[in-house]
Nanobody, 123 residues
Framework: VQLQASGGGLVQAGGSLRLSCAAS????????MGWFRQAPGKESEFVAG????????VYADSVKGRFTISRDNAKNTVYLQMNSLKPEDTAVYYC?????????????????WGQGTLVTVSS
């Protein structure tokens, strides 16, 4: 599976962005998908994950209630809708795919990674 993330940019605090991650390959619908982020000088952290069916989602506490992960298996795409953005959300955001059954929050469990898209939130 090859992943291509897009949709990052510069936004003011309180604004919104929607990230997309397009996947190649016919087996996209069988993968758990996740979003991770890495801020400058910090370790990578889990943001959100979604099961292959889209029925189960998991969020980091820091984004719960503000971010929404979704997927369209017909389009081989996973999305991350980010609302009420804060300066601390500034990071490079990565999408990842995992062939596990359930959503996992550990980056080492994911098998495939996209190239990342930069989100900058100004105060």
């Amino acid at each position: 599976v090859q992943l291509q993330a897009s949709g990052g940019g510069l936004v003011q605090a309180g604004g919104s962005l929607r990230l997309s991650c397009a996947a190649s390959g016919r087996t996209f619908s069988s993968y758990v998908m996740g979003w991770f982020r890495q801020a400058p000088g910090k370790e990578s952290e889990f943001v959100a994950g979604i099961s292959w069916s889209g029925k189960n989602t998991v969020y980091a506490d820091s984004v719960k209630g503000r971010f929404t992960i979704s997927r369209d298996n017909a389009k081989n795409t996973v999305y991350l809708q980010m609302n009420s953005l804060k300066p601390e959300d500034t990071a490079v955001y990565y999408c990842a795919a995992d062939d596990s059954v359930a959503v996992v929050t550990t980056g080492e469990k994911y098998d495939y990674w996209g190239q990342g898209t930069l989100v900058t939130v100004s105060s």
